[in-house]
């Protein structure tokens, strides 16, 4: 489950002024009309949408076939919802659970009711719940029990006429362990300190000054240490302005012992509003003693709490980005287009020892597997030999592509290939080099295990590395979605929340796609709107037992896929060559009787289906003789879209991979230099780049654009082929700058 997102610290430090006017007459919270007002949709759409996740539909099924319902909201605003219902409920119960407290103690005004009620935010309800909490011991609940709370009241009434410390001698008791006047005064300081603290318009106040005024420092433990942290050895960055990685880097630094992380607020002008606030009467007496308190207070308690707050709301929104950033680069990787057709060669590059090769073919069945040497430490008899083999293995099963992981000697294996290549042009042989970020990982889980109990873990990590090729989204969903590799600071990220987003943006791209029924693996099935893992491997025990499917009826017939779990689902699972083309489309099985009769008026046999005259005659159908009270104009027009391109794949559209056919070093790059290469990562400050040496070259976000790009996604996404030039070259760290600007053109500095 995505974490819970939170509204952002501005409207934690401003609460809704004008609250009431967004609660019914109960004085709960108006969700709904929340929600309308946060993704700025119409109430109807919100109140449907709740009501069909509330009925347990999902958010792939619901943006699919219940367009008409909710306003055709699309997929990611159904999810912004779903969160932000969650977060609100949650809301709700907390307050109910706040106001049943306070109300046990017999301390329930209606003016703090009023505030409970209007709270926004579980910051606010936890700073309003915050002074009647029951509390561990402090130092003020300690002067409490040796009866020091009138003193404190009498030094906030600012009527004294003589020193304090005259009144505080009343309170010194050897019984309550109170030694001296000056230990009873410190004592009442310690109960307005806490009193003070507990105020929650004085936290909001200080949170909201510190947010907007405050800063963010880093400072080394040790200045002349040599780290990956020295830009951050002398930082400062206002709170409101600090960029999520740089957070996430200090945070790492801090971790790691490297760095000193603070948040400064404006210290002098908090203490000037807590005495303004605090001080109510000239009094020569009372005032040097709360402004002492009011110090102490901030000092010891607040500033702290506050610095942690902000802190953890500032980490919170960097994750959240650098989860972003992770779900949409996966969702780019995932989607890439399958190369279909093609026998292909998965090689995993390996040095001491040997390189994995598994010959796959188009269908994704291994044909062959073996290890060659052609790497260091090797021979030269070695090599011929891997030569000699591959020029009989690569005739023998028709290979036409090498897949190549980018692992440990890739670079390496991409000569040795690249020398063969040029030894055989009659085969006409090209290659791609895949991330194969997660294949060792795949290899050595139990999945793979079950799926190739007879084959090692190279043979099933050259496996994987061919078969994300041939079908990259069927063969990532089998690997844990952090081990990809297509983020910034995934091990930094919390657990949880990284596998909330990650498990949407695959359920996301796998319905989107759609699977073959007869094809598909049960851990791609696991992944379609309605099914779980018992599903899925029913579905597939089903097609072991029963053979291939021929309709998607006979899906009624699988143990403990029940009637929901079939209307979930049915609509993103394909069969192909089956009774009924339409069961290769997306359209649903409960629209069939109108995808029938735009058929039969556009004079079109089911067979014809995909024919350039069909679509020309679908062309001329008009959406709104075909519109009923349960199927409106978008999905009359789905269903049209569908019948034209039955068994389409919406990944035809992505950029294919490039393909190469040479090697070049890092040595042969100069600057100006115009190449090829593919987008493998892209981050908060630019993408990484494959331009075909052995580490990939850095476009900074400054260089994709003549325009000023404030996000780099804006500009590219993993998996595109964009043309780059070599901006710089450092041969002794080994990095590579590109730009993706025409050198004549200039830069958007």
């Known amino acids: 489950m995505k974490r819970l997102r939170k509204l952002p610290i501005s409207s934690i430090i401003y609460p809704c002024a004008k609250q009431n006017g967004n609660r019914p007459s109960g004085g709960t919270m108006d969700i709904i009309q929340k929600i309308k007002e946060e993704l700025q949709v119409e109430k109807w759409q919100v109140e449907a949408a709740v009501k069909l996740i509330d009925e347990g539909n999902t958010i792939p099924f619901i943006s ?27 809301l709700e119960d907390k307050k109910e659970q706040v106001l049943k407290s306070i109300e046990e103690q017999g301390k329930l005004t209606d ?3 009023e505030k409970i009620l209007a709270a926004q935010t579980l910051v606010v309800v936890e700073d309003l719940y915050r002074p009647y909490r029951p509390k561990r011991k402090t130092r003020a609940s300690i002067a409490k029990e040796k009866g020091l709370e009138p003193l404190a009241e009498y030094i906030l009434r600012q009527e004294a006429t003589e020193p304090v410390l005259n009144e505080a001698a009343k309170y010194v008791s050897e019984e309550k362990e109170v030694k001296t006047p000056e230990e009873a005064l410190q004592g009442a300081q310690d109960i307005i300190a806490e009193m003070i603290s507990d105020d929650a318009d004085h936290r909001l106040y200080i949170r909201n000054i510190t947010v907007e005024e405050g800063i963010v420092t880093g400072t080394a433990k040790d200045e002349k240490a040599q780290s990956v942290y020295e830009m951050y050895y002398n930082f400062e960055e206002p709170v409101k302005k600090i960029a999520g990685h740089r957070v996430l880097a200090l945070n790492r630094g801090e971790a790691e012992k490297v760095l000193t992380v603070k948040v400064n607020a404006p210290e002098e002008r908090i203490l000037r509003y807590l005495e303004k606030k605090l001080i109510t009467k000239e009094n020569e007496y009372t ?16 500033a702290p709490a506050i610095e942690r707050e902000i802190r953890n709301d500032l980490t919170e929104k960097a994750e959240d980005g650098a989860i972003n950033v992770f779900g949409k680069n996966l969702e780019q990787l995932l989607l890439q287009p399958p190369i279909a057709g093609k026998v292909v060669l998965g090689w995993d590059p390996a040095f001491r020892t040997g390189c994995k090769l598994a010959v796959v073919d188009a269908t994704g069945k291994v044909l062959d597997t073996t290890v060659i040497y052609p790497t260091a430490p090797t ?24 897949s190549l992981g980018n692992g440990t ?5 991409e000569q040795f290939i690249v020398e063969l290549l040029k030894e055989m042009p009659d085969q006409h042989v090209q290659y791609v080099i895949v991330n194969e970020a997660g294949a060792s990982v795949y290899s050595a889980s139990k999945l793979a295990s079950e799926e190739f109990p007879k084959f090692d873990v190279g043979q099933r990590s050259a496996t994987s590395i061919a078969r994300r090729l041939q079908d990259p989204l069927a063969e990532l969903v089998k690997i844990d979605p952090k081990s990809i590799g297509v983020g910034q600071y995934q091990h930094d990220l919390p657990k949880k929340e990284l596998a909330g987003e990650l498990d949407a943006v695959v359920e996301r791209a796998v319905n989107r796609v759609g699977v073959n029924l007869n094809t598909a693996s049960y851990q791609l099935l696991t992944q379609i709107s309605g099914l779980n893992k018992t599903t899925a491997k029913n579905i597939v025990k089903y097609r072991d037992e029963h053979g291939k499917y021929t309709n998607r009826k006979q899906l009624k017939d699988v143990p403990r896929l029940g009637p929901k779990a079939y209307q979930q689902s049915v609509g993103f699972l394909r069969i192909v060559n089956g009774d009924n083309p339409l069961d290769n489309t997306d359209v649903h099985p409960e629209s069939y009787p109108i995808a029938e009769k735009i058929m039969e008026t556009a004079e079109i046999n089911v067979d014809n289906l995909g024919s350039d005259a069909a679509e020309k005659q679908l062309k001329k159908i008009a959406v709104d003789d075909f519109t009923t009270e349960n199927a409106g104009e978008e999905t009359v027009k789905d269903i049209i879209a569908s019948l034209q391109k039955p068994g389409r794949d919406l990944r035809d559209s992505m950029p294919a991979p490039l393909l190469r056919q040479d090697v070049m070093k890092i040595d042969d790059l100069k600057p100006g230099m115009k190449l090829q290469g593919t987008v493998r990562n892209v981050v908060d400050f630019g993408a990484f780049v494959d331009i075909g040496v052995k580490h990939d070259g850095l476009v900074h976000v400054s260089k994709m654009s003549k325009q000023f790009i404030k996000d780099p996604r804006a500009a590219v996404s993993v998996g595109d082929i964009v043309d780059v030039w070599i901006d710089d070259v450092d041969l002794k760290r080994q990095r590579i700058q590109l ?8 830069t958007n500095e």
């Open 739 to 746: 730009t993706m600007i025409a050198p004549q053109d200039g």
């Open 287 to 302: 005032t040097p003693v709360i402004c002492a308190a009011a110090e102490d207070s901030y000092d010891r308690l607040i």
């Open 409 to 413: 000697a890739s670079r390496e294996s």
């Open 64 to 90: 699919r076939y219940r367009k008409e319902a909710t306003g055709s909201l699309n997929d990611e605003q159904l999810r912004n919802l779903d969160e932000r219902l969650t977060y609100l409920r949650s």
């Open 379 to 402: 021979t030269p008899a070695k090599i011929k030999a891997s030569k000699d083999l591959l020029k009989k293995i690569i005739p023998k099963y028709h290979v036409s592509l090498i």
């Open 111 to 113: 003016e703090l009711k």
